[in-house]
């Protein structure tokens, strides 16, 4: 890059601004520009630091799988689980899925709850604790953290409990965990947040175009987005049709007020004539009396 070209790198915002960013162009230069800032980005250190909440602490599943009693405490930043085949590096995935209110079929790993529960026990307990420092999540109510418990039986009855970080309960609703989790922003369904071995295999191997596409609108909320667009619709539309139906309810209510706002005007009226029947009735008393002076003074 020629000189003209250097300068024009230290040139701050304000500068292009009032230049009317004559420097964007030459299309090739810009680029060109646009590559070294980067670069120089890239080239700075940067320290990882973990996030204050919404992180993951520790995970342990009871009966849960191939798992009879298993705990796990994850570091803030990445954390690698390795082990054998079939020593259960997935169940720890699946847990996390179920605990925070996934669906069972969205595991690929079970179509209900009761299939998840280790052989030969009749109930299974799933704890996931979720860090919440800083400006967590109602702090003031469940302290540090927030542990989440899910306990589900092979009779298939589910519950949930969210306790503080002192272990007392404050909710039994799957609506407040649902808060929880849009509030840090976990979303256990979406398969770029949370991609399941089964998933993977068959993104990479059989999917077609429309397959990714599926997958990207999932992935980045598009989906969602639509469907929330589809309930706003439908609550329009509805909102809509009520007001249709209270058409004739609100002709009929304003012409009783018209009805009830002639009656106070006639009320007004009649207040004046007793104002003035109260005066002449006092001015009758006050004459009565003079006349009752001048007879005695005669």
């Not at 342990?60 to 020593?87: A, E, R």
């Not at 420092?133 to 009779?155: A, L, M, N, W």
């Not at 979406?190 to 071995?197: G, I, W």
């Not at 329009?236 to 309810?249: V, Y």
């Amino acid at each position: 890059m020629d000189g003209g070209g250097s300068d024009k790198d230290e040139m701050n915002y304000e500068q292009r601004r009032d230049a009317e960013f004559e420097d964007l162009e030459d299309e090739d230069l810009d680029t060109e520009r646009a590559t070294q800032i980067i670069r120089k980005r890239n080239e700075m250190t940067v320290e990882n630091l973990p996030a204050e909440n919404g992180i993951i602490e520790s995970v342990t599943c009871i009966n849960f799988m191939c798992h009879n009693k298993f705990h796990v405490s994850l570091g803030p930043l990445i954390n690698f689980i390795i082990g054998f085949n079939g020593s259960g590096k997935s169940a720890i995935l699946t847990a996390i899925t179920l605990c925070l209110g996934g669906k069972a079929n969205s595991t690929n790993r079970g179509g209900s709850l009761k299939a998840f529960v280790k052989e030969g026990r009749e109930s299974a307990t799933l704890i996931v604790k979720l860090k919440n420092g800083g400006y967590g999540y109602q702090q003031e109510t469940y302290g540090d953290s927030i542990i989440v418990e899910r306990h589900f039986t092979k009779t298939g009855s589910s519950g949930f409990k969210l306790k503080s970080a002192t272990g007392r309960v404050i909710s039994t609703k799957k609506a407040d965990l649902e808060e929880i989790c849009d509030y840090f922003a976990l979303q256990i369904d979406n398969p770029m947040n949370v991609l399941t071995q089964d998933m993977s295999r068959q993104f990479l191997n059989n999917s077609t175009p429309a397959d990714k596409y599926r997958f990207f609108v999932k992935g980045v909320q598009l989906e969602q987005l639509d469907q929330d667009y589809q309930l706003l619709e439908e609550t329009i539309d509805l909102i809509e049709s009520r007001l249709k139906t209270r058409d004739d309810d609100i002709r009929v209510l304003e012409s009783r007020a018209k009805k009830a706002m002639a009656k106070l005007e006639m009320s007004d009226k009649h207040d004046k004539l007793r104002g003035k029947i109260r005066d002449y009735m006092r001015q009758m008393a006050w004459s009565q009396v003079e006349q009752e002076e001048n007879v005695n003074i005669a």
